[in-house]
């Protein structure tokens, strides 16, 4: 499946943004739907993951109770609600896909990945 993200942008810490990804594929609600972030210097990270049918998400610490991850099925598109942002959230952003029933968190159980888009948080 191919996987296009957008929203990212510069932002002041206190902000919001909400990032987009939008999948080719007519299959799309067969993937569980991932978010990742890779910060300079850093390895890649997980943020949040949706089930097929959007009733399970799971969050990385360190985005819980600031993030929240839905998806649309109808439209084939998966969100990125990014509330309360610190600068430690700067980061590119990838979506990813996984052809699967179960949540993933690590990097290399998902098969397909967008091109990223850069978030930057300033203090």
């Known amino acids: 499946v191919q996987l296009q993200a957008s929203g990212g942008g510069l932002v002041q810490a206190g902000g919001s943004l909400r990032l987009s990804c939008v999948a080719s594929d007519l299959t799309f609600s067969g993937y569980v739907m991932g978010w990742f972030r890779q910060a300079p210097g850093k390895e890649r990270e997980f943020v949040a993951a949706?089930?097929?049918?959007?009733?399970?998400?799971s969050y990385a610490d360190s985005v819980k109770g600031r993030f929240t991850i839905s998806r649309n099925n109808a439209r084939n598109t998966v969100t990125l609600q990014m509330n309360s942002l610190k600068p430690d959230d700067t980061a590119v952003y990838f979506c990813?896909?996984?052809?699967?029933?179960?949540?993933?968190?690590?990097?290399?159980?998902?098969?397909?990945w967008g091109q990223g888009t850069q978030v930057t948080v300033s203090s």
């Open positions: 949706i089930s097929r049918d959007g009733g399970r998400t």
């Open positions: 990813a896909a996984d052809w699967s029933y179960e949540i993933k968190t690590r990097t290399l159980e998902y098969e397909d």
